[in-house]
């Protein structure tokens, strides 16, 4: 199995092996408490029901004697060590009647009745008894030293039973409790490790898929634990109680019984050969099927608006009548090897038995008593429900593995730790040395990139899109690493800090601002205690959020569904520029940070811009040029190479890449205006 799958599952069900060792020990005591009710229904039939046909003697004590004709008699086992017997009777059913012998018996074999004589038939030999019918009362009196034992056994089995209600929903509240667990420390693991993962892993992978592994597959894994290890836990111990009873049985039969052991484990093989690569297709479909329906609900706007919805829908059906296609496959061998397969080897075993004691041996004088054979036929139809119960659970094992086998993949993805701790506030002096950046092998973004921003400075980045303006930011903040050279915080390397220590000190306001559910507030502080709550206030009134807000039924405490749908996008902007500003970077990147705002609102964002930048390195990427005239230093990029460089009287004033674009975008404004 890839990735030591089974052994990894068994590792996290050793986490809480004490609640495991506990339930299975219930497991045991509530097992054999109910496989001892066949063996006191044994004793019930065999001593005491046709304990009646033992021997009777005369006795001259009444305890435990039945007076018939004057005298008093005694069965044969209830006589004490040593205690004197008189002469032997017996007590014969032939039929549905039963018939006083006066004497003992010399053989047992075929028995009949006539003319007050009963004759028993052996072989070859015959030899006859003077024998008088029982009415009701006296057969009554002759059981009536049975009734107190048998009424014991009875209380005995019953509470037996309750015994075993006991320890078994005890054990099967522990061993589900303990799953829960399990899967509860498996999710909180599957959880951390995205966290982990670099930028670059969520680039090539749908966020719906990601999800599904959270949930869908982790869910799978849940029914291992809950039902599938708790079905087989169960019915292997109760397998091994019933082949022991079977064992103090007959040796003989409980051997020929021992033949289903190797029949399953077979029949587990053969079936997980072929579940495992329906299985493969079927989890990884719902995994797309799930990516489809995030991606669909996302994109519902634009599906609406160019009338995709025929298209998408058809897309969907596909994708859904393979996952269908698959399930049904899986429903086939599901069939196959469940009931019927069980039915057939039940059949078997009880065509076996038959044949064991049929002829002669199911005779009477048999040498196997009725209550043995009561016994036999219990047990085996025991034995048979823990193979059902276990063949019934080889569908949701096979699932289960798959879905831990992709859970699995995910957590070995190559991740780093977050780090803990604290390092010193930057003063913010940030140098890009001869950086060569590719997302893809040999495909250069950015080519031997060279600059440097100062403490308090402003560097704004242009170009044209594709340009390696995004990238150049995201190996500031290290979302990806680069390929050559070096780029220096304070003199030092970034790659010699933790990725979350680095980004302690840094803070980003993205085009796209995402807000997460909750509150203006809590969207600002994100959770965070070192945030009080008048500082988040105080942010949102310095970035002037006080005037776009102001107007909201809660004021800071507006709930914020997802994504901030509620919230007009300059809202959802200045809420990310107090965000930005309460965690106090010492430099600050603004990604396009004012480029879907109207006009109005954009005087607004310029003011909180103010506010923002002040003793901070800050880094700006805009397509609007007007918007980073004041800007320090601008950098123009074309092809992932910095092809100009000063502020903007000295760019304009060279007449190249950057004075064309802001004259194309002045030209276009004025013609706008006209």
């Not at 799930?290 to 897309?315: C, D, H, L, W, Y």
Request: net charge neutral.
């Amino acid at each position: 199995m890839k990735r030591n799958t089974g052994k990894r599952l068994v590792n996290y069900a050793l986490l809480f092996k004490k609640q495991i060792i506990i339930a299975l020990l219930l497991l045991a005591v509530s097992v054999a408490t109910e496989l001892t009710g066949p063996f006191i229904a044994k004793t019930m039939i065999d001593k005491h029901i046709l304990g009646i046909e033992f021997s009777w003697y005369e006795t001259s004590g009444t305890e435990d004697a039945v007076q018939y004709n004057n005298n008093y008699y005694k069965r044969s086992d209830h006589f004490e060590p040593g205690e004197e017997k008189g002469k032997e009777v017996r007590i014969l059913q032939v039929g549905r009647e039963y018939y006083f012998i006066g004497g003992p018996v010399s053989f047992d074999g075929e028995r009949k009745v006539a003319d007050d004589r009963l004759t028993i038939t052996k072989g070859g030999r015959s030899k006859g008894y003077e024998a008088v019918k029982l009415t009701n009362d006296q057969l009554l009196a002759f059981y009536k030293p049975q009734i107190s034992p048998l009424l014991i056994l009875i209380a005995i089995y019953f509470g037996l039973l309750l015994i075993a209600s006991i320890f078994q929903y005890g054990q099967r509240y522990l061993l589900q409790s303990s799953a829960n667990r399990v899967i509860q420390k498996m999710r909180n693991d599957v959880f951390a490790q995205i966290q982990r993962l670099p930028i670059n892993y969520f680039d090539n992978l749908p966020a719906g898929k990601v999800v599904s592994r959270i949930t869908n597959d982790t869910e799978a894994i849940r029914e291992l634990y809950v039902t599938v290890l708790a079905t087989f836990f169960t019915s292997i111990i109760y397998m091994a109680g019933i082949f022991i009873a079977l064992f103090l049985l007959d040796v003989k039969l409980a051997a020929i019984t021992l033949l289903i052991l190797p029949i399953l484990v077979v029949w587990i093989i053969f079936y997980r050969k072929y579940a495992s690569k329906y299985n493969h297709i079927i989890r990884s479909r719902l995994s797309d099927i799930n990516g489809m329906v995030n991606e669909s609900i996302q994109g519902m706007p634009i599906i609406q608006a160019f009338r995709r919805q025929k298209e998408t829908e058809k897309e969907f059906e596909e994708l859904n009548e393979d996952y269908f296609a698959h399930q049904n496959k899986m429903l086939n061998l599901n069939s196959l090897t469940s009931h019927n397969l069980v039915n057939i080897l039940r059949n078997v075993s009880f065509v076996t038995l038959i044949w064991y004691f049929g002829g002669a041996s199911l005779g009477v004088g048999s040498v196997v008593s009725l209550g043995v054979l009561y016994a036999f036929v219990d047990y085996l139809n025991r034995l048979f429900q823990p193979v059902t119960n276990m063949v019934n659970q080889l569908a949701n094992l096979e699932q289960a593995l798959v879905s831990a086998d992709r859970v699995f993949e995910l957590m070995d993805e190559a991740g780093e730790d977050v780090a803990e701790g604290n390092i010193p506030r930057y003063k913010g002096n940030v140098s890009f040395e001869k950086v060569w950046f590719a997302y893809k092998e040999g495909e250069y973004v950015l080519k031997d990139i060279n600059f440097e921003a100062k403490h308090g400075e402003t560097v704004a980045l242009v170009g044209h899109t594709g340009s390696g303006k995004s990238s150049i930011m995201n190996l500031l903040f290290r979302f990806y690493d680069i390929k050559e050279g070096n780029i220096l915080i304070d003199g030092k390397d970034i790659r010699d800090t933790p990725k979350q220590l680095l980004r302690k000190h840094m803070g980003i306001v993205l085009q796209d601002p995402f807000l997460y559910t909750g509150t203006i507030a809590t969207n600002v502080s994100l959770n965070d205690p070192s945030i009080s709550r008048e500082t988040v206030e105080k942010a949102l009134r310095d970035v002037g959020a006080e005037k776009l807000l102001k107007n909201l039924p809660n004021g800071f405490d507006e709930p914020v569904i997802e994504k901030g749908s509620t919230l007009s996008s300059g809202q959802r902007q200045l809420i990310s520029f107090a965000r930005a500003l309460a965690f106090n970077p010492s430099i600050l990147i603004l990604d396009e940070a004012t480029s879907n705002i109207d006009t109005e609102t954009e005087a607004v964002i310029q003011e909180a811009l103010d506010v923002l930048k002040k003793g901070r390195t800050t880094f700006i990427i805009a397509h609007r040029l007007s918007t980073i005239k004041n800007a320090d230093t601008i950098l123009v990029l074309h092809r992932g190479e910095i092809v100009e460089h000063g502020d903007h009287d000295t760019l304009m004033q060279k007449k190249g890449r950057y004075y064309q674009m802001y004259q194309l975008q002045q030209g276009k404004e004025v013609s706008k205006a006209v």
